[in-house]
């Protein structure tokens, strides 16, 4: 079974910093997804950033980029300018490619941004 | 990508009681997953509802506890039956989006907290 694991529960960032969030998943598969979901107090899902394992380039959404090292099963999330709008939950979550989309989450890390 | 609206976003029920939460989304979609988010936890699939057929549920979840509807294709109701405090928890709504069916690109609803007394 797939496993994701986030070993940070709290970043702290200052306005317009960059931060880095990390993420590591087990898996014996060899081509899936990995994804970045952020979850602010509203509750609402909201997908950052999605990342194929077969593609080596980084995914890249405008102030969100990733660091996807795959044989070190690692998947970190770079926020640079970081924007009050950014708190949230930040949530890593790990999909097996054609089969149902069942993502597995990690527990999450909840991101303050300071001014 | 899809709009998923959920209903109730909030609910107390008593313990011993069921709530039924409606999922509609704004297009036709082949499979509906519903998912359970438990206080301060990351997200868990409880089922993955396909239109005509019984839902398929994960290990540690059960239709008697968790009874799924999918009458049409853009529509779902989760049950969550005979309800105790450890239900306590926002269940969320998804649907897959974004691209072809296993790419994974998942499109939640707002959820719906249920706090059981």
């Known amino acids: 079974a797939q496993t994701v694991t986030q070993s940070q529960p709290e970043m702290s960032v200052q306005e317009a910093e960059t931060v880095t969030l990390s993420c590591t998943y087990d898996?014996?598969?060899?081509?899936?997804?990995l994804f970045w979901y952020k979850q602010p107090p509203s509750r609402q899902m909201i997908l950052v950033i999605r990342?194929?394992?077969?593609?080596?380039q980084n995914a890249t959404e405008n102030r969100f980029s990733v660091n996807f090292q795959k044989a070190a099963k690692s998947f970190s999330l770079k926020i640079s300018d970081s924007q009050l709008g950014d708190a949230a939950m930040y949530f890593c979550?790990?999909?097996?490619?054609?089969?149902?989309?069942?993502?597995?989450f990690g527990t999450g890390t909840r991101l303050q941004v300071t001014l | 990508s899809a709009v998923i609206s959920q209903k109730p976003s909030r609910d107390i029920c008593q313990r011993g009681t069921s709530l039924t939460i409606q999922c509609q989304v704004d297009?036709?979609?082949?499979?509906m997953f519903w998912y359970r988010q438990q206080p301060g936890q990351s997200l868990t699939l409880i089922a993955t509802?396909?239109?005509?057929?019984?839902?398929?549920?994960e290990s540690g979840f059960v239709i008697d506890k968790f009874p799924i509807s999918r009458p049409n294709l853009t529509f779902s109701t989760l049950t969550v039956s005979n309800l105790s405090p450890e239900d306590s928890s926002i269940y969320l709504c998804?649907?897959?989006?974004?691209?072809?069916?296993?790419?994974?690109?998942?499109?939640f609803g707002a959820g719906s907290r249920l706090t059981v007394l």
């Open positions: 998804s649907v897959e989006t974004g691209g072809a069916v296993g790419a994974n690109v998942l499109t």
């Open positions: 898996t014996s598969e060899s081509d899936y997804y």
């Open positions: 990342q194929e394992a077969y593609k080596q």
């Open positions: 979550a790990y999909g097996n490619t054609g089969t149902a989309s069942k993502l597995t």
């Open positions: 297009s036709q979609v082949t499979m």
């Open positions: 509802a396909n239109q005509g057929s019984e839902a398929t549920y």
